[in-house]
């Protein structure tokens, strides 16, 4: 069976791991901990980085950090993983899901004015599958009407928008480092902090509320509890291999991009037929190779395929359900229609799609969806 995803160890890992359990120092915010901030906030010029246990848990920390509260709306597409509208359904946000954009999955911005109230009080997109959302429309919708910005960066680490990358363009942002990610460390997640204002509150809620932080820098004489917070900190096992991942990712940034490339051409003819949609990388957006999806033309199709697939050693899946009918928001969701999100839901395929997978394991992939669509 060719898996939809295989975790990619670049073999530096254990070595780290020991370095871990040798120093004596396991718990979080240590040597590796401080060598990972390091690495990201020189690679990508972010502001501040906060390594955390989860995306899941970063974008917790970002509902806390802009205080949402009971009443507050939040407009996040319906098409995302269900972490996106979790962390602010936490803190008794009202969710306004908005529609997508067919060619990319990411948020529809034309739909985003119409959803702001007096009550709005973030905008959070999703780039898709690592590719860039209209940050600089978003941006400009958020700056008119005062609002926050957070981007769920979980797929986009490695990816730009106009040059700079994504994680760097809203006032905060989280990342996901899940193993299913590019670059991995099991569990763990990472919070970007751009606007000053919440630095050194985004440290206190990362340390359950403490400014433990600052005593440990000299800061202050003693440490105590100074605000709502949770432990949002992963250990230093966590940090150690997730080190070992990013002293790799320009290699595995090129290979992931060689078989997302392959994928592309060698399906590209079924496209030009109208068998399927390929996926779409704007001119203003970089593609990292997070994912490799097609559309097709209806859920009998997408299904029939899935089958076809698996029992040809296989195995394709489909994606997101749309949240604005799930069964928990269903009776709060507004009743707007999201027709997009729902075709997204119904025809939406991933393909197999790790660093290991071989260029052998993708032309066969890639003949059997062939041979699929020359037998209907």
């Given at each position: 069976?060719?898996?939809?995803?295989k975790?990619h160890?670049?073999?530096?890992?254990t070595?780290?791991?020991k370095?871990?359990?040798a120093?004596?120092?396991?718990?979080?915010?240590?040597?590796?901990t401080?060598?990972?901030h390091?690495?990201?906030?020189?690679?990508?010029?972010?502001?501040?980085?906060?390594?955390t246990?989860?995306?899941?848990?970063?974008?917790?920390?970002?509902?806390i950090l802009?205080?949402?509260k009971?009443?507050?709306e939040?407009?996040v597409?319906s098409?995302?993983?269900?972490?996106?509208?979790n962390?602010?359904?936490?803190?008794?946000?009202?969710?306004?899901?908005a529609?997508?954009?067919?060619?990319?999955?990411?948020?529809?911005?034309?739909?985003i004015?119409?959803?702001?109230t007096?009550?709005?009080?973030?905008?959070?997109?999703?780039?898709?599958?690592?590719v860039?959302?209209?940050?600089?429309?978003?941006?400009?919708?958020?700056?008119?009407?005062?609002?926050?910005v957070v981007?769920?960066?979980?797929?986009a680490?490695?990816?730009?928008?106009?040059g700079?990358?994504?994680g760097?363009?809203?006032?905060l942002?989280a990342f996901?480092f899940?193993?299913?990610?590019?670059?991995?460390?099991?569990?763990?997640g990472?919070?970007?902090?751009n606007?000053?204002?919440?630095?050194?509150r985004?440290e206190?809620?990362?340390?359950?509320?403490t400014n433990?932080s600052?005593?440990?820098r000299g800061?202050?004489d003693?440490?105590?509890?100074?605000?709502?917070?949770?432990?949002?900190?992963?250990?230093?096992?966590?940090a150690?291999m997730l080190l070992?991942q990013?002293?790799?990712?320009?290699?595995?940034?090129?290979?992931?991009?060689?078989?997302w490339?392959?994928?592309y051409?060698?399906?590209k003819?079924?496209?030009e037929?109208?068998f399927?949609?390929?996926?779409?990388?704007?001119?203003?957006?970089t593609n990292?190779a997070?994912?490799?999806?097609?559309?097709?033309n209806?859920?009998?199709?997408?299904?029939k395929?899935?089958?076809?697939?698996?029992?040809n050693?296989?195995?394709?899946?489909?994606h997101?359900?749309?949240l604005?009918a799930?069964?928990?928001y269903?009776s709060?969701?507004?009743?707007?229609?999201?027709p997009?999100?729902?075709?997204?839901?119904n025809?939406l395929?991933?393909l197999?799609?790790?660093?290991?997978?071989?260029?052998?394991?993708?032309?066969f992939?890639?003949?059997?969806?062939?041979?699929?669509?020359?037998?209907?």
């Amino acid at each position: 069976m060719i898996p939809f995803n295989k975790p990619h160890l670049t073999g530096k890992e254990t070595d780290y791991i020991k370095e871990v359990f040798a120093s004596g120092k396991i718990s979080g915010d240590g040597n590796f901990t401080k060598r990972c901030h390091q690495f990201l906030q020189q690679k990508y010029n972010f502001k501040k980085v906060l390594l955390t246990t989860s995306c899941t848990d970063a974008l917790e920390a970002c509902a806390i950090l802009l205080d949402i509260k009971e009443g507050d709306e939040v407009i996040v597409p319906s098409y995302t993983f269900v972490s996106t509208v979790n962390a602010f359904v936490l803190r008794g946000a009202k969710i306004i899901f908005a529609d997508s954009n067919p060619d990319t999955a990411n948020i529809d911005v034309s739909k985003i004015e119409s959803l702001i109230t007096s009550r709005t009080k973030a905008i959070v997109p999703v780039h898709y599958a690592g590719v860039a959302c209209d940050m600089d429309s978003i941006n400009a919708i958020a700056a008119k009407h005062n609002l926050y910005v957070v981007e769920d960066s979980a797929q986009a680490i490695d990816s730009f928008y106009k040059g700079k990358p994504l994680g760097s363009l809203g006032h905060l942002s989280a990342f996901s480092f899940h193993d299913t990610k590019n670059i991995i460390s099991g569990e763990g997640g990472m919070l970007v902090i751009n606007d000053e204002h919440f630095e050194k509150r985004a440290e206190i809620i990362r340390e359950k509320g403490t400014n433990r932080s600052a005593f440990f820098r000299g800061e202050v004489d003693k440490y105590g509890w100074v605000d709502v917070g949770s432990s949002f900190l992963p250990s230093e096992v966590t940090a150690a291999m997730l080190l070992a991942q990013l002293e790799s990712i320009d290699k595995i940034q090129t290979r992931r991009k060689e078989i997302w490339n392959r994928y592309y051409s060698l399906l590209k003819s079924l496209e030009e037929k109208e068998f399927l949609k390929l996926p779409v990388i704007p001119d203003y957006a970089t593609n990292n190779a997070h994912m490799f999806f097609i559309v097709l033309n209806n859920l009998e199709t997408r299904s029939k395929l899935i089958d076809h697939l698996k029992r040809n050693n296989i195995s394709a899946v489909f994606h997101y359900i749309s949240l604005h009918a799930s069964a928990y928001y269903v009776s709060k969701h507004d009743g707007r229609a999201l027709p997009v999100s729902d075709m997204l839901t119904n025809q939406l395929l991933r393909l197999p799609m790790f660093y290991d997978l071989k260029n052998d394991e993708v032309d066969f992939i890639c003949q059997k969806i062939t041979d699929f669509f020359t037998t209907l």
